[in-house]
């Protein structure tokens, strides 16, 4: 790590009139938050409204963090420049190869060509009829998500899912059989691995596991770091796919997924179908991660208006957020308060404690549509085929930086597929209300008029500040366009 932490010093060094220059034009656009790419290898993240100064090994989440004190707090703008890509990839790479070859003799075969690796994976592969899969992820929706690995190999390999290890594992229940990372590594045999890793702070448990499989005599194949540790043969047979990580920068997530299988396959495309339901009845969440990405209070209101205008006998869920969380027991009572008595007849108030609960009362009312703040909620509808629409809201996303539009807004998240509609809000609360409601009316099959699309959806908007030469973004957006989406249904 001496290393990493010796590039970032130069790093801050040689970039320190550039910092300052985004600094001062950052203060110039009295923005609240911008996200740079200063080169390959640095990142440049600031923030209006305090917070320290810091210099990072490894992105977006750090390994390591150090004062960045030149810049510290200057005019209430805080600076956070991180060392991510090539470099520390190759540390996290050698770290892995050193464990390895304390469990036994490590041959390590660096495959240029597409078709020898594939082949390799082919034939390790097709010698299992069962895989685990290992979710490397901490928050809920992110490991919806990466589903999207172990269903490529299942699909790929005829493969069945033994089991899915997962921080998240008492809400992934909905996908298969779960279980944490509690206790000790499990003993199995004739079993595959199958592993996601996408982000440099997942990397530790990552090599922990890979090498207690190894001590198992069991493969495993590392999506996002190309790699594949095979161990039966006597030897510790490594195989590395033998070019740069790919990062999630200019992509949507799920272009991004099928670049990191591309070694070991030709990519996997989920076929997200909304179910078709015949009832009336909805569920809103209001409630995101972060304050920033809830709904407002008036645009449910409005939504529940005109809900009980077109159809009275309609049942709505409204997921009511933690139980002893204030600012959701505020937001339910100026909602309540903002509603008339028709209003609120149609809301059935509900908190909920797990997936499966909400999955159930989904069934249990034969929920035909969803409305969502951007959260792991959203990809649970996703996931069970709910059509849902999904607000995102601006506010919180820097549109002239490739790398916070892949990771802050609907072109990186928002799933391709009819299940999931992105909602575009950056104060227009009037609107959204508006396309929202005609939204409504077209799922719930009270007209065929489309003119909500462009209400909810600028399809300029989220492209209008980058280069046109990051064309996977530009695709992303004519693809999650609600339009594109419908006529393409």
Not at 52 to 74: A, N, Q, R, V
Not at 450 to 478: F, M, P, Q, R
Request: aromatic letters at 10%; proline letters at 3%; glycine letters at 8%.
């Amino acid at each position: 790590m001496k290393n990493l932490e010796l590039l970032l010093r130069k790093g801050a060094k040689d970039n320190r009139e550039q910092i300052k220059k985004e600094i001062e034009i950052f203060k110039s656009e009295n923005s609240n938050y911008r996200n740079i790419r200063l080169n390959d290898d640095f990142q440049l993240v600031l923030r209006n409204g305090g917070g320290e100064s810091l210099m990072s090994i490894g992105f977006p989440f750090p390994l390591k963090s150090y004062d960045l004190d030149e810049f510290d707090k200057e005019g209430g703008i805080s600076a956070h420049l991180f060392l991510r890509g090539k470099s520390v990839r190759k540390h996290q790479k050698a770290e892995i190869l050193s464990d390895l070859s304390e469990v036994g003799t490590l041959n390590l075969r660096e495959i240029d060509s597409l078709d020898d690796f594939r082949d390799i994976s082919n034939r390790i592969c097709e010698s299992f009829t069962e895989v685990d899969y290992y979710d490397p992820y901490s928050f809920l929706g992110d490991s919806f998500i990466g589903l999207h690995f172990i269903q490529a190999f299942m699909k790929k390999y005829g493969l069945n899912l033994r089991q899915i290890f997962s921080e998240n594992y008492s809400n992934l229940e909905l996908a298969g059989i779960t279980k944490g990372y509690i206790g000790d590594v499990e003993k199995k045999d004739n079993v595959l691995n199958v592993f996601a890793d996408l982000l440099d702070n997942q990397w530790n448990r990552t090599k922990y596991l890979v090498r207690e499989m190894t001590k198992q005599n069991l493969p495993s194949f590392i999506c996002g770091r190309d790699l594949i540790v095979d161990p039966r043969l006597g030897n510790i047979n490594v195989y590395h796919f033998n070019r740069d990580n790919v990062l999630l920068n200019g992509q949507n997530i799920e272009d991004y997924m099928n670049e990191c299988l591309f070694p070991f396959m030709s990519g996997y495309w989920n076929e997200f179908k909304a179910l078709k339901k015949e009832s009336k009845n909805m569920i809103i969440n209001p409630f995101g991660s972060e304050s920033i990405k809830s709904i407002p209070e008036s645009v449910v209101s409005d939504l529940l208006i005109h809900l009980n205008g077109i159809s009275p006998d309609s049942k709505c869920l409204l997921i009511s957020g933690f139980r002893n969380n204030y600012s959701h027991l505020l937001w339910n009572s100026k909602l309540k308060g903002m509603l008339p008595n028709s209003g609120i007849n149609n809301v059935i108030f509900k908190n909920y404690g797990s997936f499966e609960e909400i999955n159930r009362d989904i069934n249990r009312y034969s929920i035909s549509l969803g409305i969502t703040a951007d959260t792991s909620i959203a990809h649970l509808f996703n996931h069970i085929g709910l059509r849902n629409l999904t607000l995102y809201n601006l506010d919180r996303c820097d549109i002239q930086s490739p790398q916070s539009l892949s990771s802050d807004s609907p072109l990186g998240f928002c799933r391709y597929g009819n299940t999931q509609i992105p909602v575009l809000y950056h104060g227009n609360v009037k609107e959204i209300s508006e396309g929202i409601n005609g939204a409504v009316d077209y799922f719930l099959g009270k007209n065929d008029r489309l003119e909500w699309c462009g209400k909810v959806y600028d399809e300029n908007l989220l492209t209008s500040k980058i280069d046109k030469n990051y064309g996977d973004l530009v695709e992303a957006n004519k693809k999650l366009n609600p339009k594109y989406k419908i006529q393409n249904d």
